[in-house]
């Protein structure tokens, strides 16, 4: 089956990222955005998705930093 | 002859521009937030990690308020040089074709390569020869040139390879070994290795100050395509 | 107080932040009272050995700190030299073990962190050096830890427009659990406008400025910097400090802008222990109170407590004493470079420490009683009965040819090209860099040209433990002297050195002898060259579950040069020069790489020759380079001269035709580090330099050494081809 896998900065862990994004809004017209936090999305077929709580564990997201979210299929 | 360097929080190599600039012409920084170029005849926009590459290289500093200031210069027919993270910031602005993605190695890579030149009538390359190799030094992260395969044929066809990397020494990856592209008019130019850091030969290179001795030849008039 | 500043943590919560029973008493006696838990972090914290060296600080005084050139020593936030009137500033530090738990942020931070420390005395910095220590990279940890660190140092280093331009990498098994992360930084910045950390002038007010404060790294000065990491360290995991370089470097734009237009009393980086270490070095400078209101820091998280802001490790913040009237020029200048500049308190009289929140006071604390009251302890140094490392594994048979043996040491780890590395590093931005790494043995930066002169300075980093184990005195008297070596080959003389000092756990008798004697070789080294120690850092209990690291002080050292267009490299210039040797160095197997090579402990005596003669040939290869007659110049160190020539060749090309009296191991690969160079250049003028026995001449396609009773040679190529993939496989 198909799992989409989304790694993000855990909370309260530093994201440049998401932070000179946010930044970088209001000059371009936007507001009323906040909280803004860069990630990445891994899809992967898997058989036996088990397995994958392991795999972000170990290769997909680094746990001292990231939170990892596994999505599969409904039902 | 006044050049101007554009600033932005994240540029690093402004001030090595503004030296190699300087040694052909007058040079000054021009700070991200303006809207006017303060009427320069020439535009660099350097190397460094502009809003430190976050999201994507060049992806939050194409908005600054001076690249507004700097798509109208271009579209004048004013010459444009883009290095490195410069280049990156034209590609995403739109002012040069294609897209810089992760080396293939996906490290940072910083090596002395060897340039051919494809096309020198452009204002950055007018003073040099066609076929010509130039060493300069290259380094980035995020610098493997990519493009359809359409916009490809189109960029060949048009002449619009403006440098190639010397057979065998593509350090990312790029397409058809593509170091250097210019636009439709061949007044905006952009390259990912480093012309300013080829400026001394005290420092491994003097190559590079033939694209800044170009712009003073060419002066600021509209290159022919 | 209020009721949550009343509350007293007490004894047993001060033992598991670290403390010692004795030590808390002590702070209750100089109190008066018990500590709050703000003041009882605050202490922990700066009476951890990481802050308050309270284990090497008596020791450290044997150190020369005193110098004709020098601009600021030790006490200040990096030290600097005087070089073409311009101040020369550099630190080297350790971020050891938050790199073992996490290589790539951990390395990253210590990038940053050591250009915090420069940009402090409003030095822009111009180069970084790193000095790693790694597991054999046999081993799978090893080799993560070696590409994520590196990556870390890159990303930090290349992302703010520092050159990094030298280093250096060994591989030991004693450091599989434990790596070394050593960075130094080189800054340059106005003798005049030279920033001291000192809080003065009663009423002036307390910046900070840059990053939002998080709960990056709480505790981690005591917990991770003075314990060993055992193999439970996951749970010791504090939330690791994350590095945007971005901000630090608006911070470093902003920093050298507000210099400039002469708007700071004093500056200082928050580093270790954060906003509790900072304020307080700056109070204790300026022998005066600081008033700090933690409510008004601002936050990344919302429910942070007092303890919390005030102990936080988040990186790319800086601390400013600005007089009030000059505030809002500060402020502008931040807000141009997009960066939170924040009043958070007042400089006082009284010599107070006192943290409010709002106005409540939630610590109030005697600043001297913070730095300078934490008791020192004597070490208790005793020999080892037997030498402490076990033998490496055999990987090179003592019946292997001398050809088979020089190509199996230039393929190995601790010799191979360190390319793969030093690709993955900005060398060359700022524009001043004429001598890249691998180039020579030294980096060499131009300055601006005087007359027709490239003045220039040149900077080495070095360290050798398995030396410093077989002999902690000599060995680190060495290690100096190789420096000032590496320096001589440039045509450089040194000016100063920072060391890091990386060691064991120092409450072992054998690890205090290793400690108390690595500083007896440095002070003799730095009287020989008679130059200060202008700053450094001590990084202790370095031990995984195997035992401790090797000792490993780790010498940077900075010098000048009159002229850049002279600065030898280590390739051979032409063919048809004489290659000769000079000095009186001794090559010895002991503590070598083909001894470990071969599967032998470092240990036994290391040769002790007089630190007169290697000075008098280090002022020869000097001279020569600088007159121009000298044209390349390497000394001889890992893998003994075999190793040496090869490099010679491979740098530049072309081979060398050598006759030696013997072919011994030792006079192929016996080690002389800082005594023994090979210089090459016209035969007359070589043959003039004093002490120079010339042992050949440059051309040929091939390195041919041999005696009366034979030789060997291997063609260049296939030399140079080893040394360059040596190391790649684990950088693929």
């Known amino acids: ?75 | 002859m006044r050049i101007g360097v554009v600033r932005f929080p994240g540029s690093c190599d402004e001030a090595d521009a503004i030296a190699a600039a300087s040694a052909v012409a007058e040079a000054e920084l021009l700070w991200h937030g303006r809207t006017d170029l303060d009427g320069v005849d020439a535009v660099v926009v350097p190397g460094g990690f502009s809003y430190g590459d976050y999201l994507r290289p060049g992806a939050i500093a194409r908005y600054s308020p001076v690249m507004t200031a700097v798509a109208a210069f271009a579209a004048d027919g004013g010459p444009v040089l883009g290095i490195c993270n410069g280049f990156q910031v034209l590609c995403e602005a739109g002012l040069l074709p294609g897209a810089l993605l992760p080396n293939n190695s996906l490290r940072f890579i910083c090596r002395q390569v060897d340039l051919t030149v494809e096309r020198t009538t452009t204002p950055w390359t007018a003073a040099c020869e066609a076929g010509e190799q130039l060493s300069i030094p290259s380094k980035h992260a995020n610098g493997r040139w990519y493009a359809d395969d359409q916009t490809l044929a189109q960029i060949e066809a048009n002449g619009q390879v403006v440098f190639r990397y010397a057979p065998g020494q593509n350090p990312n990856g790029s397409l058809a070994d593509i170091a250097g592209v210019c636009s439709e008019q061949g007044n905006v130019v952009g390259l990912m290795p480093h012309p300013e850091h080829a400026v001394d030969l005290l420092t491994g290179s003097a190559d590079g100050l033939k694209l800044f001795a170009s712009v003073l030849e060419e002066g600021s008039s509209v290159p022919v395509s | 107080m209020s009721q949550s500043a009343d509350q007293i943590p007490g004894r047993e919560r001060a033992i598991e932040l670290a403390l010692t029973g004795a030590e808390y008493d002590q702070i209750v006696e100089l109190l008066g009272r018990e500590p709050n838990e703000v003041e009882l972090a605050m202490y922990s914290l700066l009476w951890s050995e990481h802050c308050a060296y309270k284990h090497s600080k008596k020791i450290l005084r044997r150190l020369p700190t005193e110098g004709e050139r020098l601009l600021l020593g030790v006490g200040e936030n990096a030290g600097a030299v005087e070089v073409e009137g311009l101040a020369v500033a550099f630190k080297v530090e350790s971020h050891n073990h938050p790199s073992a738990v996490e290589p790539f942020q951990g390395a990253a931070t210590g990038v940053g962190g050591i250009l915090r420390d420069v940009i402090a005395l409003g030095a822009r910095p111009v180069a970084m050096l790193d000095s790693l220590r790694f597991g054999y990279p046999s081993s799978e940890r090893s080799r993560w830890l070696l590409d994520r660190a590196v990556a870390g140092i890159g990303h930090y280093g290349n992302s703010i427009g520092v050159p990094t331009v030298g280093g250096e990498i060994h591989f030991d098994p004693s450091y599989e659990s434990n790596c070394l992360i050593n960075a130094m930084c080189v800054g340059i910045a106005d003798p005049d406008r030279l920033m001291r950390c000192a809080a003065t002038g009663i009423g002036n007010r307390v910046l900070l400025i840059g990053a939002l404060t998080g709960r990056d790294g709480i505790g981690g000065a005591s917990v991770l910097a003075s314990t060993e990491l055992g193999d439970d360290d996951a749970d010791k995991r504090p939330t690791v400090q994350i590095g945007d370089p971005f901000a630090e470097k608006k911070v470093l734009e902003a920093c050298l802008e507000l210099v400039d237009a002469d708007l700071l009393v004093a500056l200082q980086d928050l580093g270790a222990a954060g906003l509790t270490s900072s304020a307080s070095e700056m109070a204790a400078q300026g022998e005066v109170g600081l008033d700090i209101d933690v409510a008004r820091v601002p936050l990344r998280e919302a429910d942070m407590e007092p303890f919390e802001i005030m102990v936080s490790e988040s990186q790319e913040r800086m601390l400013a004493i600005v007089e009030p009237a000059r505030v809002a020029a500060v402020e502008q200048i931040c807000e141009k470079w997009e960066l939170l500049c924040t009043d958070i308190g007042e400089v006082t009289e009284g010599g107070h420490m006192r943290i409010f929140r709002g106005e409540e006071i939630v610590g109030d604390i005697p600043v001297t009683t913070l730095v300078d009251d934490c008791p020192l302890y004597d070490l208790q140094p005793s020999p080892p009965a037997e030498g402490l490392y076990p033998a490496p594994p055999v990987e090179l048979p003592e019946t292997a040819d001398p050809a088979t043996t020089l190509l199996a040491l230039l393929a190995g780890c601790n010799i191979a090209s360190r390319r793969p590395v030093f690709e993955q590093y900005d060398q060359i931005v700022q524009a001043r860099t004429v001598r890249r790494p691998d180039e020579a043995d030294a980096a060499v930066l131009a300055l601006e040209a005087s007359g027709n002169r490239r003045p220039a300075i040149a900077m080495s980093i070095d360290g050798n433990g398995r030396r410093v184990a077989a002999d902690p005195l000599r060995g680190s008297l060495d290690g100096v002297l190789e420096c000032a070596a590496n320096l001589a080959c440039v045509g450089a003389e040194p000016l100063g050195l920072t060391n890091c000092l990386n060691f064991g756990n120092p409450e072992k008798p054998h690890v205090a002898w290793q400690l108390v004697n690595a500083v007896e070789g440095i002070a003799q080294g730095c009287e020989a060259l008679a130059i200060p120690v202008v700053g450094g850092n001590v990084s202790l209990y370095n031990e995984g579950p195997d035992g401790p690291i090797l000792p490993t002080p780790v010498i940077g050292m900075v010098g000048e040069l009159p002229d850049a267009e002279r600065c030898a490299g280590i390739g051979f210039a032409k063919e048809g020069h004489a290659v000769a040797v000079v000095g009186p160095f001794e090559p010895s197997l002991v503590a070598s790489e083909l001894a470990a090579r071969r599967g032998r402990a470092p240990s036994g005596s290391l040769p002790q020759v007089a630190a007169e003669l290697i000075l008098a040939a280090q002022q020869a290869v000097r001279d020569g380079v600088r007159s121009g007659t000298i044209l390349s110049a390497h000394d001889i160190s890992d893998g003994g001269l075999a190793v040496t020539l090869a490099e010679c060749c491979g740098a530049s090309g072309i081979g060398c035709s050598i006759e030696l009296d013997e072919l011994t191991d030792e006079a192929l690969f016996g080690e002389a580090p800082g005594s023994g160079f090979v210089i090459s250049g016209e035969l007359a003028a070589i043959e003039a330099i004093d002490g120079a026995r010339v042992i050949g001449a440059t051309g040929g396609s091939s390195l041919t050494i041999s005696s009366e009773d034979g030789g060997f040679a291997v063609d260049v190529e296939e030399l140079h081809a080893t040394r360059e993939n040596g190391l790649r496989p684990y950088l693929p």
């Open chain 1, 1 to 75: 089956m198909k799992a989409r896998i989304l790694i993000r900065p855990k909370q309260g862990i530093l994201d440049p990222q998401g932070q000179t994004v946010e930044r970088a809004l209001p000059a371009l017209g936007f507001s009323g955005i906040s909280e803004v936090s860069v990630g990445r999305l891994v899809e992967l077929e898997v058989d036996d998705p088990a397995q994958l709580e392991d795999l972000c564990e170990r290769l997909l997201a680094n746990p001292l930093i990231e939170d990892f979210e596994i999505q599969l299929p409904e039902g």
